[in-house]
Nanobody, 120 residues
Framework: VQLQASGGGLVQPGGSLRLSCAAS????????IGWFRQAPGKEREGVSCIMSSPSVTYYADSVKGRFTISRDNRKNTVYLQMNRVKPEDTAVYYCATCGYGATIYSTGYWGQGTLVTVSS
């Protein structure tokens, strides 16, 4: 199982960014995939998770209404559309297999991270 996150970069507050999580060596269709982030000096937190079927979605309160997770099984890719970003969204973002039970948690398979910096 391999996951590769991409799409990070520098964005101004209030701007938008789309992250991608591409899978290789396995088919995403049967997995719940999520996004996690870790800011400097802080613990890693679950941001969003999308189930396999149906594609039920979950969000952390801190991003609800601003971020949207989606999946394109034909492209074997999961996306995180980040809108109205804030400086506190600055972090390394990771994609991973996920689950949900009051909070978003990882179920073990992690990809490499991509850095998102929100700054003017």
């Amino acid at each position: 199982v391999q996951l590769q996150a991409s799409g990070g970069g520098l964005v101004q507050p209030g701007g938008s960014l789309r992250l991608s999580c591409a899978a290789s060596r396995f088919t995403l269709d049967y997995y719940a995939i999520g996004w996690f982030r870790q800011a400097p000096g802080k613990e890693r937190e679950g941001v969003s998770c999308i189930m396999s079927s149906p594609s039920v979605t979950y969000y952390a309160d801190s991003v609800k209404g601003r971020f949207t997770i989606s999946r394109d099984n034909r492209k074997n890719t999961v996306y995180l559309q980040m809108n109205r970003v804030k400086p506190e969204d600055t972090a390394v973002y990771y994609c991973a297999t996920c689950g949900y039970g009051a909070t978003i948690y990882s179920t073990g398979y992690w990809g490499q991270g991509t850095l998102v910096t929100v700054s003017s």
